[in-house]
């Protein structure tokens, strides 16, 4: 089955060309078009910038997916795209345009949810990863830890209380004034360390509900950044910018990893899967695969170009949904439920 994965729910627009096969998702093409130029002056994404440049940017990213993938629209079995949850601006470009294309040809057509997407990033290297699976689902807006019985479902075991750990990164680089998008700046920073700084305080929580917390965080960086206002200034190059970008890494690799081994044995987890934007995160990777060893569990991580937004875990998403068979009818949804 050849599939076009589509996918623009944030500031990234992007198609992909995927082969499922009895063996697993093969990639043939990715094509994504990034909007940092766009959104960095303001230091975050701007939505009505994002959904306009979708607009201008879907027809060539399609165009470019095929082209690369040496196929044409008479080719495809299926068209996935992404239905939610995002900037519903930004959702529709690519979502009305799949629809466009599917009733022109005559190809069948599924809708998917955004994580659903993250989840099966992880099946192109491991398509024969054993359930049940630990899931961590770590981005720009998402800090979440599902259960998964298989690649179509997810389970919440717990989240963030309130900011996502990628918030955490990009509010750090804008207070250090790194650039945008934050985390490959901060990662970057920590790995040129020499050493850290002094360690961040990890949340506790009085009412005793296993989560996480990322904006004391925020708030712990303001206060170093106050207390020393050249670190606003120094950029990228200075030992105590570095320093404290490993402190923040550090912290957050550690907090996210926390949970993990109870959760396992309590769920009888035997495979960690880790994708969105923050799992490209240099430490995060490296210290989930020590820990991952060291608690017999097989770790799923996917290449960081497929674990930040990407059309390709959508078409290897929609590869194991049943199509819709009525898809004309149905709209993108900025606050999509899992399952719905
Ligand atoms: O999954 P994604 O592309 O978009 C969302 O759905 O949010 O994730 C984007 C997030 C941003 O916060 C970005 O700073 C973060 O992923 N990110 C990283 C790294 N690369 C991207 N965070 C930490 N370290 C990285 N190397
Ligand atoms: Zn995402």
Known sequence: MIILGLESSCDDCSASVV??????????????????????????????LAAREHLLQVRSVI???????????????????????????????????????????????????????????????APDLAFPALVLLVSGGHTHLYLALDWTSLHLLQKTRDDAA????????RMLNLGYPGGP???????????AADPFTPPKFRDGKAS?????LKTGVKLRVERNPRLAEAGATDANVQGLCRSLQEAISAWLLKPIPDLAQEHGACSLIISGGV???????????????RQDLRLALPEPRLCTDNGAMIAAAGALLAADSEPWSQNADADLKLGA
């Open 212 to 216: 996480w917390s990322f904006s004391g």
């Open 19 to 48: 082969e499922e096969t009895s063996t697993g998702p093969v990639l043939r093409s990715l094509v994504r078009e990034s909007q940092d130029a766009i959104h960095g002056p303001f230091g975050g994404v701007v939505p009505e």
């Open 166 to 173: 990628g918030e955490a990164f990009d509010k750090t680089a």
């Open 185 to 195: 700046l901060v990662d970057a920073c920590a790995r040129a360390a020499a050493r």
């Open 63 to 125: 165009a470019g997916a095929l082209a690369e993938a040496g196929v044409g629209l008479q080719d495809l079995d299926r068209i996935a795209v992404t239905r939610g949850p995002g900037l519903v601006g930004s959702l529709l470009a690519t979502f009305s345009a799949s629809k466009a294309v599917a009733w022109r040809h005559g190809i069948p057509w599924v809708g998917v949810h955004h994580l659903l997407g993250h989840l099966n990033a992880a099946r192109f290297s």
């Open 279 to 293: 799992a490209c995160n240099s430490r995060l990777r490296a210290e989930a695969a020590t820990m991952a060893a």
